[in-house]
Each structure stands twice: as structure tokens, then as C-alpha cells.
């Protein structure tokens, strides 16, 4: 009986990874390459977006981190980094933390005709957001 030679088994490329954290008071989406290494140019906040004070928990200001995050991986497929860590084809995996408006708003801008060129490399869509079981003693309510 004889066996089958072995197949090499091609691993598909590890995936960029574009983190969002989302707070009541701020929006920060990081893109970095698969081995956890910034990409140049590859994060945005709320006040780098040009919004100041309250305006930075809009859902506009979460919008436009990620309008702009969509444009810098766009320029990362065509033109993907080789020697700082980058890998082509370029794939993609979106990771949330946390709750706010720009979580919400960089869904929305995901959907629309903004994410239309980076829609098709994504392969994870994950949830990191830290839920508290138990926990704490919360503290005592105020009165007025």
C-alpha cells in the first residue's frame, strides 16, 4: 500500500489589522501591520481629524477616522510595504473596542461607498470589547 505524497500546504497571508477603540469622549483607529507594527501614517483620532472638544464623541468625527483610515489602506494595496512587515495581498481584519458613536460611525462608513475598494479584503470582523460579569460594588447613587 502505498502513500500519498505530501501537499504543501499553502497558509494564506496573515490579515493587517485595523483597530478601533471607541470611548464616550473620543474615537482612535489604528491600522497596523500583521505582526502588530504601526503602519506609517496609520492612525487617527477624533482631534487629528480637526474636531475639538464635545465635537470629538460625534458621529461625524468617527466617520471621518475612518474615511481616512479606508484611504491609507487603499494606498497599503497598491502599494503594500514588503520590508516594514507587510504582506501582499493585502487582507484585512477589523477589530472594536469599546462603545461610543465612532464605533457606529466607522460601521456605517464600512458599508457605504467609502468602504466599497476595501470591503472585499476583509476576512475578520471582531469584537474586543471588555464586558464586566459581577465586578466591582458599583457606586452609591446620587442624590440631589
Wanted: proline content about 6%; hydrophobic content about 30%; overall charge positive.
Amino acid at each position: 500500500m502505498q502513500r500519498e505524497p505530501k501537499r504543501d500546504i499553502v497558509e494564506p497571508p496573515k490579515p493587517y489589522h485595523l483597530h478601533v477603540y471607541t470611548t464616550h469622549n473620543n474615537c482612535r483607529v489604528v491600522l497596523t501591520y500583521p505582526s502588530g507594527k504601526l503602519v506609517k501614517n496609520g492612525w487617527w483620532t477624533s482631534g487629528s481629524c480637526g474636531f475639538k472638544g464635545a465635537n470629538k464623541s460625534s458621529y461625524e468625527a468617527g466617520y471621518q477616522c475612518a474615511v481616512r483610515a479606508f484611504k491609507r489602506i487603499e494606498e497599503e494595496i497598491t502599494s503594500p510595504n514588503l520590508k516594514d512587515g507587510g504582506v501582499s495581498p493585502v487582507t484585512l481584519a477589523l477589530k472594536f473596542k469599546g462603545f461610543g458613536w465612532g464605533r457606529e460611525a466607522v460601521q456605517k462608513a464600512f458599508m457605504t461607498s467609502e468602504g466599497d475598494n476595501i470591503r472585499s479584503s476583509v476576512v475578520v470582523i471582531e469584537d474586543r470589547t471588555p464586558i464586566k460579569i459581577g465586578g466591582t460594588r458599583a457606586k452609591k447613587a446620587r442624590r440631589l
